[in-house]
């Protein structure tokens, strides 16, 4: 990332010194005159310097003050730069926001004035704030569906929790889930199992709104820890292999078992747990081949929202960005709503961000 950063400014500055500007679409801006400012008459490598150090959002601010400042702060480049610093430190990201991954994979001497995104777009597109912005201003479905469910009961919605990061991480998610009333609080405990995989527990979000996790685990308990005490690993008995014949090729793909899939033909939505400590060893091929399987279309409706956990044992723990972890599970492939969301296994920090968001998708599921 450093030196995608470094050659970003690189790249600025010698095209700044080349002279006309060029805008998004790859044509040529010229910039009305205009009595000088102060910071208007700085070399053009001060000037650059100067706005590398602004927040997009005081970009635009100045780029509201004048007809130079305007075309000057929608230079392509520099929004790649602030896209490039900003994104790692983005704790979610949703299936309307992920960046193209060719954004990032593409060298700087591919780039040219003729085919440069417009990297504006896209910076204000997966920026938090600017989204926050966007959903501010959706169409409140809230209180019209409180009225509604006042008068018609309507089940708690169910969501199939599973994944690495379940089982992975030195600190469990799910027993902190179920010690932490000050962030979830228990409606009901546990009263059923499916031979021993999952038990499912409804929480109370906002100390209102009722829902309902049925937590599906690899293995037993048992296998579990013999494996963490062993560092062994397990088998995974969610799932089963078949091969079939495509083309001239013989392809593996992956079936849930009987019991998870009685699981996943009731269930509103999906939450997976994968395990984004950045020092570890991931199958993300693997990981999505398991995804697909639990959201087959077969096994109930196409578009039930999966919300993506993007979970680390600790606070400190190096992690792997949500922006990248999107694209490690190539979740562009995915037909439904998801988002990713950074989360802390000991504290619980973005759950409730991400609970939210998953309940919101079903209200708005329900509304239509």
């Not at 469990?172 to 527990?201: F, N, W, Y």
Request: with cysteine; glycine share 4%; proline share 5%.
């Amino acid at each position: 990332m450093e030196w995608a950063l470094r050659g970003s400014l690189r790249l600025l500055r010698e095209r700044w010194r080349r002279g006309p500007r060029q805008r998004g679409d790859g044509q040529a801006a010229t910039l009305a005159p205009a009595p000088a400012s102060a910071l208007q008459s700085l070399p053009i490598d001060v000037q650059l310097y100067i706005m590398s150090f602004l927040s997009p959002q005081d970009l635009c601010h100045l780029g509201s003050t004048n007809q130079y400042w305007r075309l000057a702060v929608q230079d392509p480049l520099l929004w790649r730069y602030f896209l490039l610093r900003d994104l790692p430190s983005w704790s979610s990201v949703d299936w309307k926001s992920l960046p193209d991954v060719e954004i990032f994979n593409r060298a700087f001497s591919e780039i040219n004035d003729n085919t440069l995104y417009d990297y504006m777009a896209i910076y204000r597109k997966s920026c938090q704030q600017m989204r926050r912005s966007l959903k501010s201003n959706r169409p409140k479905y809230r209180a019209v569906t409180s009225f509604l469910q006042s008068l018609v009961t309507q089940a708690e919605p169910r969501f199939a929790m599973f994944g690495p990061g379940l089982e992975e991480l030195d600190e469990s998610l799910v027993v902190k889930m179920m010690t932490c009333p000050e962030t979830l609080l228990i409606a009901d405990l546990p009263l059923r199992q499916i031979h021993g995989i999952g038990s499912g527990i409804s929480f109370y979000f906002n100390n209102n709104q009722k829902f309902n996790i049925l937590t599906l685990y690899s293995t037993t308990s048992v296998e579990r820890k013999r494996a963490r005490r062993e560092q062994t690993v397990t088998v995974n008995k969610m799932f089963y292999q078949e091969s079939s014949i495509e083309g001239n090729h013989q392809a593996v793909h992956y079936n849930v078992i009987a019991q998870v899939k009685k699981v996943c033909e009731v269930v509103d939505g999906f939450i997976y747990v994968a395990n984004a400590e950045a020092n570890k060893i991931h199958d993300r091929q693997d990981e999505l081949a398991h995804i697909l399987a639990m959201i087959d279309p077969a096994l109930g409706p196409q578009n039930r929202p999966v919300l993506f956990l993007s979970c680390t044992s600790y606070d400190g723990v190096k992690r792997i960005p949500c922006v990248y972890m999107a694209h490690q599970l190539q979740l562009n492939q995915l037909r439904q709503p998801w988002m990713v969301q950074d989360t802390v296994a000991a504290n619980l920090t973005g759950l409730l961000n991400g609970v939210e968001w998953l309940l919101e998708e079903i209200e708005h599921k329900n509304a239509q």
